[in-house]
């Protein structure tokens, strides 16, 4: 069973930084990318920001310039370097792995909380 955990969230005011991880592990499938996406309540999960095997990267908008993604030699751990933080940042944050075979697998989310 492929597991996603994240980890780093938590509460911040605004300017400040986070820095989440996400770790996949117990897969025989090699992964082609690695995402973070975010929720608020209510709303659609949106892409924030993703890296390719190639290392190729997408941002939103929105996080250009204040987040960086990066990934560890094994490409299996993933980074979300998170800087300048606002309060339109709150929401729960989500890893999405995808595999070689396609296959997609979520983490189970983190919460980050940017405070005024």
């Known amino acids: 069973q492929v597991q996603v955990v994240e980890s780093g969230g938590g509460s911040v005011q605004a300017g400040g930084s986070l820095r989440l991880s996400c770790t996949v592990s117990?897969?025989?499938?090699?992964?082609?990318?690695m995402g973070w996406y975010r929720q608020d309540p209510g709303k659609e999960r949106d892409l924030v920001a993703r890296?390719?095997?190639?290392?190729?990267?997408d941002y939103a908008d929105s996080v250009k310039g204040r987040f960086s993604i990066s990934r560890d030699k094994s490409g299996n751990t993933a980074y979300l370097q998170m800087n300048n933080l606002k309060p339109e940042d709150t929401a729960v944050y989500y890893c999405?792995?995808?595999?070689?075979?396609?296959?997609?697998?979520w983490g189970q989310g983190t919460q980050v909380t940017v405070s005024s």
């Open positions: 890296i390719r095997v190639s290392g190729d990267t």
């Open positions: 999405n792995v995808v595999f070689n075979n396609r296959v997609r697998s």
């Open positions: 117990r897969s025989i499938v090699s992964v082609y990318a």
